[in-house]
C-alpha cells in the first residue's frame, strides 16, 4: 500500500508535535484515496548561529557555535483522513472548507495561505488533515524508507511496469513523495 511523505519546515514540525496545526498546506493532493499514511520529514532548514554565555563557575566566557534548526529526519507520521480544498483550481478535488477554519487549523494566516498559492507552481491550494498523530521516540533515517522504481531497462529504455523495484530514499521530496508503507 502506498504512503506518503511530506518535507515540512521544522517551526511547523513543532506546531504538529504539539497537537496545534491540524492541517498541513500543499498545493496538490495524492492520487490516493484517503485515509491514507503521511510521514513526516523535518527540514534540515538553515544553519544558525547559537552563542551561549559560560558561567564563570564553569570557566566564563562566550561560546559561538552553529547548529541547523531542523534535523533532517523522519520524526512521525499521521493519518490524511480528509483533504479539504481550499481555493479553486481546475477540477474540484476535496472537502470545502471556511477561511476561518483553514486559517486557524493551519497555523497559518490568510496572507500567508495566499502567498503560498501565488508562489510558482501549480495553482489552488489543498487542506490536509493530521490525525492519529505519532511522533516517534528517535527519528528515523530516510534510507529507512523506500519507494517504488519502474525497472527502467538501459539498453532499450524500456519500462517494466510489472517489476517494481524498491529503492531506499536518499533524498528528502521537495513538497511530498510516494513510499512503501512501513
Known sequence: MK?????????????????KKKIEVRKTRPKIE?????????????EVSKIID???????????YYEYEGCGKVIGEFVCDKIYQYTTCDIKDGVDISDEDMTRLSCLTKGEIKD??????????FGWHISDLVIYDKPKE???????????DNVFGWVFEDRP?????????QSWCYVEEV
Open 34 to 46: 484517503t485515509p491514507f499514511k503521511c510521514l513526516i520529514y523535518e527540514c534540515k532548514g538553515k
Open 3 to 19: 504512503a506518503v511523505m511530506l518535507s515540512i519546515k521544522s517551526k511547523h514540525c513543532e506546531l504538529i508535535a504539539s497537537d
Open 142 to 152: 530516510l534510507s529507512e524508507f523506500y519507494k517504488h522504481d519502474n525497472t527502467y
Open 116 to 125: 503560498y498559492e501565488l508562489s510558482p507552481g501549480k495553482f489552488g491550494i
Open 165 to 173: 523495484k524498491k529503492v531506499p530514499i536518499k533524498r528528502p521530496p
Open 54 to 64: 559560560i558561567p564563570k563557575e564553569q570557566g566564563g566566557g562566550v561560546l559561538d
